[in-house]
């Protein structure tokens, strides 16, 4: 029986397998008296299932025998018949659909509440609800059929909420949440790639998929929780499932492996269940050094390849400002590069030591009034802090020591050739020397 991302328990159908079967209708081509919430359900799992790459599944809703009875010409185009039912493989019937709006409870003090008293519209002795603060409920059920065994495989129960804004943009919400559990759900029952989570002991987790399944070592694989209920029985909630963690391959035998969590930004528990993440991680990472304890100051943009893995490069571009040995500042831009070792690797929390260098190209004006410049050399190491914020962000703390070469040659250029700059004294020499603590978010995608 397939799972369900619902937080409910699976019902049992009501009979052994649906009797009569529709095709979703076109909202443009049939008239309001047909066309229900149901058909613009049923429309999107179809063009999800399409988007999935996933053939021979049928997308249904059940029709009663009254309804064709009283409508039987404007009903019978729709109506799969037994031959056209044969040419798929299993069919997603969709029992039911709802969208239910209404006014979002907030808390009030009572000044508010007396000037709504009085000026709020009233619509036949009852409060407008406030505009702005609309909760849009989406409820899905629907059931799995093998068609040709007319075998009733399991339940599909999905609810999809979205509170705040007006009635359009909540019902917009609502609506993109319920697209994303139903990728989630398909994604699950019929991927290869898709595995329950057998054990989960700390940041170690057993999956039931393997080698059989294409797994490898090294793999990333996403882990999804279902949604779940919390509160009472009258002020019960559902809170979102979703892809809480990400976890790294480390052991493959045929029919499970054992995965290590790299990251994970919100808990998983039990019903929990794990995706093949394809591809590589990569990272953009803004950093802002300030002039703390050296007059050296910088923004970088950098590139980071081989994100959570024990070793991790990158290389990246700057603009920095550097006061010279005159006490002027020097403004400019720079290349760096960098590696870092990861010592300490937790799920919401990662440790390591970092050294790099950086070519730094400084300008000002020299005593003749020409624009200069002079090449910054330095090296640096220090210790390295990221704290998963998000899916896809961190706040990165870098502190640690630079050395630099200090320089005194300043040139610039004419045409071709590369001439000496003018100073009446000696030339300002800049250095970037000293300890340093900077500050950044890393992008990951």
């Not at 019902?11 to 443009?28: E, N, S």
């Not at 399944?213 to 979703?242: C, L």
């Not at 490069?313 to 870092?340: H, M, P, V, W």
Request: one cysteine or more.
């Amino acid at each position: 029986m397939p799972y369900t991302i619902s937080a409910r328990a699976i019902q049992a159908p009501a009979d052994d397998a649906p009797q009569i079967l529709r095709a979703p209708l076109a909202r443009d081509r049939e008239g309001p008296e047909f066309y229900s919430f149901a058909d613009k359900v049923a429309a999107t799992i179809q063009e999800i299932l399409y988007r999935l790459d996933l053939e021979g599944i049928l997308v249904a809703i059940p029709v009663d025998t009254e309804r064709i009875e009283s409508h039987p010409f404007e009903m019978q185009h729709s109506i799969y018949d037994a031959d056209e039912l044969q040419l798929f493989d299993e069919a997603i019937v969709v029992r039911s659909a709802v969208l239910l709006q209404s006014a979002a409870a907030r808390p009030r003090d009572e000044r508010h509440a007396l000037h709504e008293s009085f000026f709020t519209p009233y619509d036949q002795g009852r409060r407008a609800p406030p505009a702005g603060n609309i909760r849009t409920t989406i409820t899905l059920q629907a059931e799995y059929y093998d068609i040709e065994r007319e075998q009733y495989l399991g339940a599909l129960q999905i609810q999809a909420e979205s509170s705040g804004g007006d009635s359009s943009r909540s019902r917009e919400r609502a609506w993109k949440k319920l697209e994303q559990k139903l990728v989630l759900e398909f994604t699950r029952i019929y991927s290869a790639s898709a595995g329950g989570v057998l054990d989960a002991a700390g940041s170690r987790m057993t999956l039931d998929i393997g080698s059989q399944q294409g797994v490898d070592r090294n793999m990333y694989m996403e882990i999804i929780a279902p949604d779940r209920i919390t509160g009472e029985a009258e002020t019960e909630g559902i809170v979102d499932g979703g892809v809480v963690a990400l976890g790294a391959v480390l052991d493959v035998a045929e029919e499970c492996c054992t995965l290590r969590i790299v990251r994970q930004w919100r808990d998983h528990y039990p019903g929990s269940w794990a995706l093949y993440r394809p591809g590589s991680l990569f990272a953009l990472q803004l950093t802002v050094t300030p002039a703390l304890m050296v007059n050296y100051s910088n923004y970088t943009l950098h590139f980071h390849a081989g994100v959570e893995r024990a070793l991790e490069g990158g290389g990246g571009f700057s603009i920095l400002r550097a006061q010279d040995s005159q006490g002027r500042d020097d403004y400019g831009f720079g290349f760096s590069g960098f590696t870092l070792w990861r010592f300490l690797n937790r799920p919401r929390l990662d440790g390591g030591v970092r050294c790099g260098f950086d070519f730094d190209i400084p300008f000002r004006k020299d005593d003749d009034g020409g624009t200069v410049s002079t090449l910054l050399f330095s090296l640096h190491v220090g210790f390295t802090g990221e704290i998963v914020l998000s899916p896809g962000t961190d706040l990165v703390l870098f502190g640690g020591y630079r050395h630099g070469f200090k320089n005194s040659h300043w040139n610039y250029s004419r045409e071709e050739e590369t001439l000496p700059a003018y100073w009446l004294g000696e030339a300002p020499e800049v250095n970037n020397t000293g300890f340093f603590l900077s500050v950044g978010y890393k992008w990951i995608f």
